[in-house]
């Protein structure tokens, strides 16, 4: 009988990290779900961020998306809101690889 050898470990861990930002006129908080993978022989972690989800405040109140939308559309023109959220999704990401405990070096 052969000797069973063990080749690879891989741990994946489910993280969720919430994050707020104040915009002036309102206020946004973050929502980023990721996967973090740790291979054993390797000192860095692998993100894999799955969702971004933001919600809009006014007066510290939670406000409907399409509202938001529709308020953001007329405030600065037509198709600026996608950009909009794109770029804010973009910093959130950004902000969430800055802050993890999980490094990737």
């Given at each position: 009988m052969s000797k069973i050898k063990k080749l690879e470990e891989i741990t994946d861990?489910?993280?969720?990290?919430?994050?707020?930002?104040?915009e002036g006129m309102f206020q946004i908080e973050?929502?980023?779900?990721?996967?973090?993978?740790?291979r054993v022989d390797s000192p860095r972690y692998d993100h894999d961020i799955t969702d971004i989800e933001i919600g809009f405040?006014?007066?510290n109140k939670s406000v409907k998306h399409n509202g938001f939308k529709a308020l953001y559309?007329?405030?600065f023109g037509e198709n600026?809101?996608?950009?909009?959220?794109?770029?804010k999704s973009e910093e959130f990401?950004?902000?969430y690889l800055k802050t993890t405990p999980?490094?990737?070096k």
């Open positions: 861990f489910s993280v969720y990290t919430k994050f707020s930002k104040d973050a929502n980023v779900y990721s996967m973090v993978t740790n405040f006014i007066n559309t007329q405030l600026t809101f996608n950009d909009y959220y794109a770029k990401e950004q902000a999980y490094k990737t």
